[in-house]
């Protein structure tokens, strides 16, 4: 039930748009994941020829983090503003490697459990976290980012749920440097 329908989203009978990412690199950290949606997205959406297509953007991720040693656990969840996205996402990552740290892992796409913006926010509006670092929390969109659109993220749980985060890093993450 959750392995991606490709074909089902190509004939219009999906509307997931939730994805769960696996096989991260242990080292790859919130910061790179970001860059990397936002760095896909922006290829995506420079290649969109007709006016009707939606563009390809994002507006929740989270990357879960063993707070101890401070490395990723391996998988992320991103939700996609539409099931197109998702298709796209998909075939440009799953079943290939990880370029960065020399990984020999293979990342695989599946469909995540909870699905959609407002089932996440949600799910993770009472959630507990051991920290109170930004990097280690699920974040949320108020715009949906597109690339070339970088909204600052707002935290999607714990006590700072719904700050708008203003730090240094993730004003870094904003600008792309």
């Known amino acids: 039930q959750y392995v ?12 997931r748009t939730t994805l769960m990412i696996r096989n991260i ?4 950290s919130q910061r790179m994941l970001l860059l990397l ?30 707070f101890k040693n401070r490395c990723n656990l391996g998988y992320a969840f991103v939700n996609f503003t539409t099931a197109l996205a998702t298709l796209k996402f998909y075939k440009a990552f ?15 796409i599946a469909y995540a459990r909870v699905q959609g913006r407002a089932a996440l926010e ?5 959630s507990r976290f051991a920290c109170d670092t930004v990097e280690y929390l ?5 715009l949906p980012r597109t690339g070339i659109e970088r909204p600052l993220p707002v935290v999607a749980a714990g006590h700072l749920l719904g700050r708008l985060q203003k730090n240094c890093r993730l004003e870094a993450m904003n600008t792309g440097t």
């Open 138 to 142: 699920p974040l949320m969109f108020p």
């Open 94 to 108: 799953h079943g290939r490697p990880w370029e960065s740290f020399n990984s020999r892992k293979i990342c695989q």
């Open 25 to 28: 690199p242990n080292k790859y």
């Open 37 to 66: 949606l936002d760095e896909h997205c922006m290829v995506c959406n420079q290649d969109i020829t007709d006016l009707n297509e939606p563009q390809s953007a994002y507006d929740f991720v989270y990357l879960p983090i063993d």
């Open 122 to 126: 949600e799910h993770f509006r009472n």
């Open 4 to 15: 991606f329908d490709e074909m089902g989203v190509q004939l219009d009978r999906s509307n």
